[in-house]
């Protein structure tokens, strides 16, 4: 059972404009969430993470949006750059869970077009 | 320089040949983790360890060991590799804490015949 969802594999975009990609989550116990970067023939990188306790945060030209009772988090990332084209995870963790081990999605590609 | 290495980069062997990918780390972390990465499935969690002879089984452990007999190094070991283990895998690691940042190394694409 899929509990950190990323339903749309991939998405493109203008350079200069928004990038919005979207997680969903089942498990009302997951209390941290992060975001992912990764490049062809790279491991994964960390992007920005928000705590429950939080709705927003904001990290230079990307924010992290928190919806709990949505069950939902979105990342924004304004303006778009070239160099922003990547897959990215959404991930997901919480206390007393597995060591707080990250759950992730399955990843969104995302394009952004020059 | 902070990072995480694994070797080899890449693999290509038969089925049933023992093979071991080395994952080391110098930041002096105790949570280590191995990770595969197949298209359509995202990132599963193998194995994980929590520190020096302290290993768990992750979601996806069937066909797979792990050692911890040092800190710094984490290999995982495929007694018996099948063509299902083809695959992309990825080693990582934090500190203790579960919001510590976590380090991924390069991947280790790995194909088996």
């Known amino acids: 059972d899929q509990q950190v969802k990323q339903n749309s594999p991939s998405l493109s975009v203008q350079e200069g404009r928004i990038s919005i990609l979207n997680c969903d989550y089942t498990?009302?116990?997951?209390?941290?969430f992060l975001w992912y970067k990764k490049y062809p023939a790279e491991g994964p990188t960390f992007l920005i993470s928000i705590s429950s306790i939080k709705d927003k945060n904001e990290d230079g030209r990307f924010t992290v949006f928190l919806n709990k009772s949505a069950k939902h988090l979105s990342l924004h990332i304004v303006p778009s750059q070239p160099g922003d084209s990547a897959v990215y995870f959404c991930a997901a963790t919480y206390y007393g869970g597995s060591q707080g081990n990250l759950i992730f999605g399955k990843g969104t590609k995302l394009s952004v077009k020059p | 320089e902070a990072q995480v290495t694994q070797n080899p980069r890449y693999l290509i062997t038969v089925t049933g040949k023992k093979l071991t990918v080395t994952c080391s780390q110098n930041?002096?972390?105790?949570?280590m983790s191995w990770y595969r990465q197949d298209p359509g499935l995202g990132l599963r969690q193998i194995y994980y360890?929590?520190?020096?002879?302290?290993?768990d089984k992750g979601d996806v452990p069937e066909g797979y060991k792990v050692s911890r007999k040092e800190k710094r190094n984490f290999p995982l070991i495929l007694e018996s590799p099948s063509p299902n283990q083809t695959s992309l895998y990825f080693c990582a690691s934090r500190g203790l804490r579960r919001t510590d940042t976590q380090y991924f190394g390069p991947g280790t694409r790995l194909t088996v015949l």
């Open positions: 360890s929590m520190n020096v002879e302290v290993t």
């Open positions: 498990n009302s116990m997951f209390d941290y």
């Open positions: 930041m002096n972390h105790e949570y």
